[in-house]
């Protein structure tokens, strides 16, 4: 079975300063990993997604993570951080052998503040 | 392209009233469909999960229930609402178990 664990349940961080919040999975097999974004009140909203190809992946809004199978970590980054990121962020991994139908295990999600 | 609907956006009911929340996928075909439940501050509990017309599975015992009487419909329900039931209550897709979700734009219950 697949978990993930998201390391600070909440990360501050300045305006224009590098956001980094970090994901750690475990998989029997090579997964799927996701990092989704949460506005209050709002659905999830999927970010960027690994499946096996290059291992650093790119995003929408300036978002990028790399896949780092010796760490099994997955950890998301922005450059520069801006006011419009304050969300919620969820990671979640998938196990690609196509037997588990219920789907994606999320991590418990990690508050992103922007202090100005 | 594929759109996902979630009614009614916000719903305050009393104790012991019944729950119906709708959600519609448009754009695609026999997809998987998900209710998951935020309470607040709180992640992502799976709910219900189905992979076709009539094939509900649950991943919580519960004081809800769940059908698909249509391959692009999924419906949540009870019959008797608790106090606990309150949160935000999300539908999701994806063509398979192990790709990506999207999901609807929620429903917020308070239950009073």
């Known amino acids: 079975a697949q978990s993930v664990t998201q390391l600070g349940s909440h990360v501050s961080v300045s305006e224009g300063a590098l956001v980094l919040l970090r994901c750690n999975y475990s998989?029997?097999?090579?997964?799927?990993l996701f990092w989704y974004v949460q506005y209050p009140n709002q659905g999830l909203q999927l970010l960027l997604k690994?499946?096996?190809?290059?291992?650093l992946v790119k995003g929408i809004n300036g978002f990028e993570a790399e896949f780092k199978k010796s760490e099994t970590s997955f950890h998301l980054t922005k450059p520069s951080a801006h006011m419009s990121d304050a969300a919620e962020y969820f990671c979640?991994?998938?196990?690609?052998?196509?037997?588990?139908?219920?789907?994606?295990?999320f991590g418990k999600g990690t508050h992103l503040i922007i202090q100005p | 392209s594929q759109t996902i609907h979630q009614w009614p956006a916000t719903l305050v009911q009393p104790v012991g009233s019944p729950l119906s929340l709708e959600c519609t996928v448009e754009?695609?075909?026999?997809?998987?469909l998900y209710w998951y439940r935020q309470a607040a501050g709180r992640g992502l509990q799976l709910l219900f999960y189905?992979?076709?017309?009539?094939?509900i599975s649950s991943e919580v015992p519960q004081n809800l229930s769940a059908s698909r009487p249509q391959d692009r419909q999924f419906i949540l329900s009870s019959k008797k609402l608790l106090l606990s039931d309150s949160g935000f209550y999300l539908c999701?897709?994806?063509?398979?178990?192990?790709?990506?979700?999207?999901f609807g734009p929620g429903t917020r219950l308070t239950v009073l």
């Open positions: 999701a897709w994806s063509t398979s178990g192990y790709n990506e979700q999207f």
């Open positions: 998989s029997s097999v090579p997964p799927y």
């Open positions: 690994y499946t096996s190809a290059a291992t």
């Open positions: 979640a991994v998938s196990d690609n052998s196509g037997g588990g139908a219920d789907g994606l295990t």
């Open positions: 754009g695609t075909s026999n997809p998987n």
């Open positions: 189905s992979v076709g017309i009539g094939q």
